[in-house]
Nanobody, 115 residues
Framework: QLQLVESGGGLVQAGGSLRLSCAVS????????MGWYRQAPGKQRELVAR???????DYADSVKDRFTISRDNAKNTVYLQMNSLKPWDTAVYYC?????????WGQGTQVTVSS
């Protein structure tokens, strides 16, 4: 069964950087397109970055040119490098299949950006 463990969040000042990691178990990662999602207080969860099985990548407009998604299939890990962070990037960040396949969510990792 798929298990996802996100890490790397924290408190950072605006303009700073963080690198999130998502350890994936229970599936062969190379067979899946994966994404990073985020959910801010009072808002719906949104997909911010996606990397396909073949390595194609796309981003939400709000994070384009600031965030970089990558994957290491050998390590069963998906990453999100976040640069030039803004206060409105504050949210709990999750990884999961993308498009979403109804797979279980992990606990997420909190990212808080202070102004």
């Amino acid at each position: 069964q798929l298990q996802l463990v996100e890490s790397g969040g924290g408190l950072v000042q605006a303009g700073g950087s963080l690198r999130l990691s998502c350890a994936v178990s229970g599936i062969i990662l190379s067979g899946y397109s994966m994404g990073w999602y985020r959910q801010a207080p009072g808002k719906q969860r949104e997909l911010v970055a996606r990397i396909t099985r073949g390595g194609n990548i796309d981003y939400a407009d709000s994070v384009k040119d600031r965030f970089t998604i990558s994957r290491d299939n050998a390590k069963n890990t998906v990453y999100l490098q976040m640069n030039s962070l803004k206060p409105w990037d504050t949210a709990v960040y999750y990884c999961n299949t993308a498009p979403y396949m109804g797979t279980p969510w992990g606990q997420g990792t909190q990212v808080t950006v202070s102004s």
